[in-house]
């Protein structure tokens, strides 16, 4: 029982003896709590002082990832720069020297890795958090060191650090894939998504207009920006004002964004909408990821249906076909035309689709992993959940054919077989995947 419970539910009704003593006793008690209130008030600041500002391990902001520009990373001073300035030299005649964000990422890593061997400088940014199992981008890490990539470990938002790379290195462009994933888990951290994919694109913009010169930027947007769209495929003069998730409201904020920066600053910008990209080194909270990792578990795959059983289906675009599409807009990509902070003139603004333009069913999805990992797989039919899932995409990608010489040429069912022989070989047979 509370001690709440030993006050009578009608105070009107309860009557204080009025003795001496009791006036005496009750001015001592009010005394006596007033005393303790005050040195638990000392003890509670204190406390305060202490988690706040003096232990930033056990500090919620600290661990926050919607907070992560106050985490403490650890750059500069003489050996730091000479990796920085060996990473960006460019190798190759009329190479670029570009900075990617997001380098231990799945696309950031295969990105990081095309440019590299092509001959191009090129320079990671990554804060390793911990949306999905930072062993994985530690990996990918090592593997851009073996081609001679460094990723420099800070965020986006520390402006000091970005300005600080600018100084050592003019890069000439930059591939800003660094962004907080995924649509569901807006409903858990919404914070990170306002905090990486909009004022950590703000701060990079901030750095590179001020630039001299400016660098020309190619940036990942999202296929969610079609929201609600039931126009297919879908085309970049479409509507995108419908957002279903905030993940796609974040994306959609930062096409707005980049058209206000290239606008007053001179910016040269490239978005491009990637659509359900997939392959090795792939990210874990991706659906043919944990479908696979599930399957060898034994556990059965949810497989969502929309109302009155509508098949629920994506653009699946393998990963190697999102590398030279990247690419081909990078080298497409115009010099940006302000100096300084200061526009000179028009300035080039583009966006295109990155799909497959081959929606296939999560269903049919399924079977393909079932025949590669030989393994017969319990299907749970489940109703698509209000969580910002849309039921389809599918990319019209005429303008990125045209423009930027684009076209797919990987399959759903061979590009699941590469990645099933990668996810089999980085988790030893899937026991790795399955502790």
Not at 375 to 399: C, E, W, Y
């Amino acid at each position: 029982m509370s001690h709440l419970d030993d006050f009578p539910s009608t105070p009107g009704k309860f009557k204080m003896e009025k003795s001496p003593f009791i006036h005496s006793r009750m001015r001592w008690h009010w005394q006596s709590s007033l005393a303790k209130l005050s040195f638990w008030s000392l003890i509670f600041m204190g406390v305060i002082f202490i988690f706040f500002f003096r232990s930033p391990s056990s500090n919620p902001i600290a661990q926050d990832p919607s907070r992560r520009s106050l985490r403490t990373y650890n750059w500069g001073g003489p050996v730091w720069e000479k990796r920085v300035r060996s990473s960006a030299r460019v190798l190759s005649r009329n190479g670029f020297s570009v900075l990617v964000t997001g380098a231990a990422g799945f696309v950031g890593t295969h990105v990081s890795a095309a440019l590299k061997k092509r001959g191009d400088g090129v320079l990671g940014l990554d804060n390793f958090n911990d949306y999905y199992d930072p062993s994985l981008k530690r990996a990918r890490q090592a593997l851009l060191e073996r081609s001679g990539v460094f990723i420099v470990e800070g965020d986006i938002n520390d402006s000091a650090l970005l300005r600080k790379l600018f100084e050592v290195v003019a890069f000439t462009h930059v591939m800003h894939l660094a962004a907080q994933a995924g649509v569901r888990y807006a409903m858990e951290n919404p914070g990170s998504y306002v905090h990486s994919n909009i004022a950590g694109f703000v701060s990079l913009l901030e750095v590179c207009k001020s630039a001299n010169p400016q660098p020309a930027i190619v940036w990942a947007s999202s296929s969610s920006v079609y929201g609600l769209n039931s126009k297919v495929p879908f085309s970049e003069k479409d509507r995108t004002d419908q957002p279903a998730s905030l993940y796609a409201a974040t994306k959609k904020a930062g096409e707005e964004i980049a058209h206000t920066y290239n606008h007053i600053y001179g910016l040269s910008l490239t978005g491009l909408r990637f659509f359900t990209v997939y392959g090795p080194w792939g990210r874990p909270d991706m659906a043919y990821f944990f479908f696979t990792r599930d399957i060898l578990k034994g556990k059965s795959i949810p497989i969502f249906e929309a109302a009155n059983h509508g098949m629920v289906a994506r653009d699946f675009t393998y990963i190697d076909d999102i590398v030279k599409g990247c690419l081909a807009a990078l080298d497409t990509a115009k010099k940006s035309t302000g100096s300084g902070g200061k526009k000179k003139g028009p300035a080039q603004l583009r966006v295109y689709n990155l799909g497959n333009t081959s929606p296939v069913p999560v269903s049919e999805l399924v079977s393909i992993l079932e025949r590669l990992l030989k393994v017969k797989v319990k299907r749970n039919f489940m109703k698509l959940p209000r969580n910002g899932d849309v039921q389809f995409t599918h990319a019209n990608i005429s303008l990125a054919q045209r423009e930027l010489g684009y076209k797919p040429t990987t399959d759903l069912q061979t590009g699941l077989k590469k990645f099933v022989r990668w996810y089999l070989g980085f988790y030893s047979d899937g026991k790795k995947a399955a502790e």
